[in-house]
């Protein structure tokens, strides 16, 4: 709060986070799963494929699906069934729901480009070491209490907050004007 209204600048972001199996072809263990690693491993692998990670603006308005809604399925928590539908990303069995774009896997935690700010609109500390993480409501399902409030579209969270302080992330071209 409070809403702050952006421009986001023309750009193609990829369908699903990145495989594992992607980042390392050996890696059969976790094969079709997201990709969980660093934030300076993954930002090398989209220098490797000329692309970028998504800032927090193309992030978010990629799970809105260009609504306004407070989740990427709408504004009330659906059913536990429809929700396991969307907190699970199963690359064997399927992308798992897919919202208004077509995007699949919006919760399992992705890196955002920047470092986290407690505001959006204030400064990251001096020194700061903590990346912006979008998307991490899979980390806490089946959830509890209140824990829900990680799947709204607005949530973000400072990477110290990570297990391994790892996560997954996805592909982002920008264009031209």
């Not at 090398?44 to 603006?57: S, Y």
């Not at 064997?92 to 480009?113: H, I, K, M, P, Y």
């Not at 579209?153 to 992330?169: I, K, Q, V, W, Y």
């Amino acid at each position: 709060r409070p809403v702050q209204r952006v421009v986001v600048p023309r750009f193609l972001i990829a369908v699903r986070p990145v495989w594992i199996e992607e980042v390392d072809p050996t890696n059969h263990k976790y094969a079709h799963s997201a990709a969980y690693l660093g934030f300076d491993a993954a930002q090398e692998h989209c220098r490797r494929f000329d692309m970028e990670l998504a800032t927090e603006a193309q992030w978010e308005y990629g799970c809105r699906a260009g609504s306004t809604t407070l989740f990427t399925w709408g504004d009330t928590l659906p059913t536990e069934e429809e929700l396991t539908g969307w907190m699970t990303f199963n690359f064997t069995s399927g992308l798992g729901r897919l919202n208004g774009f077509g995007l699949a896997g919006l919760f399992v935690g992705e890196w955002c480009a920047g470092l986290f700010t407690p505001t959006l609109d204030s400064p990251p500390e001096s020194g700061a070491k903590a990346r912006v993480v979008r998307g991490g409501a899979a980390y806490f399902w089946p959830w509890q209490d209140d824990e829900w409030a990680f799947a709204m579209s607005a949530m973000r969270m400072p990477s110290t907050d990570l297990p391994d302080n790892e996560c997954g992330f996805r592909f982002v071209r920008n264009l031209p004007r």
